[in-house]
């Protein structure tokens, strides 16, 4: 049973979660329009978008994951733990590649209906990066809310604060560095470590030393 300890730790930290990405992205957006202007995140918007349907393709399992997790960890059934978060990493991989696979082309010929020529080439070299990074984060954002399950909100808030923190500083010494492109770099980095941290720290929180990823 979670304790009245547990539940306020959970609370502040979910806060400071929300004021700390708030205030990143503030400042990161701010930079965005002195540094690239206006147009040029324009694009980036309209690339994030098209590739935001992939959040779709967890196919519920973000929620689910809590539910399952939450009730065989009560029910003190590790094994059902385990075997609930590789067969959701192993469907949600295989589906959102193929997913993946079947819609790259189609967003290429839609593109054009939305970017001018002048920022067809930024948008176009930007949408591989934004879709391999919003593929990567979904898997690791899943991952995160396994904490959800063990009712350990606050390592969750922790993960998500750090990587949203992380992938502002990213974008602007990219930017700065790359340019435009650098927002793709930046995202990819980004998701790849959120995936790679935040299964590390599953594994060792739930000292899951026998599954097979």
Do not use: C
Not at 65 to 81: D, G, L, P
């Amino acid at each position: 049973m979670i304790n009245k300890i547990q539940v306020k730790k959970n609370i502040i930290f979910a806060v400071m979660q929300i004021f700390v990405s708030s205030i990143s992205l503030f400042l990161l957006y701010k930079f965005l329009i002195i540094e690239l202007g206006i147009e040029k995140i324009g694009v980036w918007s309209i690339v994030m978008a098209f590739t935001a349907f992939l959040k779709t393709g967890d196919f519920g399992f973000t929620g689910s994951i809590v539910k399952f997790v939450s009730k065989y960890q009560a029910r003190n059934e590790i094994m059902h733990v385990y075997k609930i978060i590789e067969t959701s990493i192993v469907t949600i991989t295989i589906g959102l590649s193929l997913l993946l696979m079947v819609t790259y082309p189609l967003i290429q010929m839609l593109l054009p209906l939305f970017v001018s020529k002048n920022y067809m080439s930024g948008a176009l070299a930007l949408l591989p990066y934004s879709l391999i990074s919003l593929w990567l984060s979904v898997i690791g954002i899943m991952i995160v809310f396994v904490f959800d399950g063990i009712q350990r909100v606050d390592i969750r808030s922790k993960i998500l604060m750090v990587s949203n923190v992380l992938f502002a500083l990213l974008a602007i010494l990219f930017v700065k560095e790359f340019g435009f492109i650098g927002l793709g770099y930046a995202q990819l980095v980004q998701a790849a470590l959120l995936l790679i941290v935040s299964w590390l720290l599953v594994r060792r929180h739930l000292d899951i030393i026998f599954i097979s990823l």
